[in-house]
């Protein structure tokens, strides 16, 4: 059985949990906690961070991009790319987007301040972030809302690794509550459908003891 | 003729520049000064952000890394990233390691505050960070060293895009003089061999008005 070490509520572990469900694999949890470095650990990434994937024959793949794209490459059923060389640029350009953009401008300033320092103990929020971080979503939100307008998904006409990990970022930051959803329709409207798909529904029931959701969280019809 | 959107000494720019030249495919810079955010240039990418490749049919492509993996895809001779799936996922991974960890751990710190602040008049470099990023550099050298200690390139027995995303950052900070390679001579041994390589010479004429390189950038025997 493949293993994935993870920690909860992380965006990068959340894109690889839809993508193992998009293309139907099954894989056991392993708990990761990456800030005591435990030496095993380093051996498999020496970048100390999570998902790492092991595959049921050992091979070692770390980041979530790395992992992505190598599903995509051994398991080409349910392309989570596209098949044309611009179709995937294009959904390789959103994937950069939301995993490096938005992951600055908006989840780090979120889910690191309120959540990640809490775990770690590493002080106190820091409040400029966290304002920048409730603003800086408006502009993401509006274009995926300009996206869905011209498309059927991010991406194109399917659903792609780009919808993946847009909601993987959007579900650790909605598990604080602080996706203001009533200001965009659009986006909303997106995100009840990969709400929906059966590969989304494991994260919903994700859960930190002492940080529960809110009520919404894992309801289809929020 | 496919046109390339750049700024000089910028390390995704570099990256592709190096990538290009290794495919033997020629082009055209125009030099795109991101900061004036030109409306036809979002048009073209929302990040604002170079590189952006025009191909001659006008297929456009936004960011190192869609444009790399483009590229080897469209013209699979000398690959870029390898053949084999498990090959490829170490190429990316290191590719990631020095686009994001080594990003954000050193060129950023360096690059971003001795030559970007001055060009993009954002006021007074910041003595802390460059402090971090001349501290962090040694570690990532030693990793290099470590690599090529243990395989003829970084990501196995090829040129790939790991040596070449890690080259095109260590170049941008080459053109300040701020790598110790005098304290890491098996990372300016694997260092040496890059610069020596054909697709690697334009960027070694490479000049910022009133910011001149040191003597050694060029010179193929530093």
């Known amino acids: 059985m493949r293993i994935l070490y993870h920690v909860p509520v992380s965006a990068p572990c959340h894109k690889?949990?839809?993508a193992l469900g998009e293309k139907k694999l099954a894989y056991e949890m392993k708990l990761e906690k990456i800030w005591e470095r435990r030496p095993d650990f380093l051996a498999m990434n020496p970048a100390g961070e999570v998902p790492v994937l092991v595959e049921a024959d050992g091979k070692t793949l770390c980041g979530?991009?790395?992992?992505?794209?190598?599903?995509?490459?051994?398991?080409?059923?349910?392309s989570l790319l596209g098949t044309d060389a611009l179709q995937r640029a294009e959904t390789r350009r959103l994937v950069e987007w939301f995993d490096?953009?938005?992951?600055?401008e908006v989840t780090e300033n979120l889910v690191g301040e309120k959540?990640?320092?809490?775990i770690l103990r590493l002080g106190e929020p820091d409040g400029s972030a966290i304002r920048a971080g409730l603003t800086n979503i408006h502009y993401h939100l509006d274009y995926i809302a300009f996206l869905t307008g011209h498309r059927t998904w991010l991406s194109g006409d399917f659903c792609s690794l780009a919808d993946i990990t847009a909601a993987a970022h959007l579900s650790t930051i909605d598990y604080l509550g602080?996706?203001?959803?009533?200001?965009h329709p659009e986006a909303k409207d997106w995100y009840a459908r990969m709400k929906c798909r059966p590969s989304f529904r494991p994260l919903l029931a994700e859960r930190i003891p002492g940080s529960p959701p809110p009520k919404h969280y894992d309801d289809l019809d929020f």
């Open 178 to 183: 602080d996706v203001p959803w009533d200001r």
């Open 115 to 118: 959540l990640m320092k809490r």
């Open 64 to 78: 979530s991009q790395v992992i992505c794209e190598y599903l995509d490459e051994t398991q080409p059923e349910n």
């Open 16 to 18: 690889v949990r839809i």
């Open 100 to 104: 490096h953009k938005f992951y600055h």
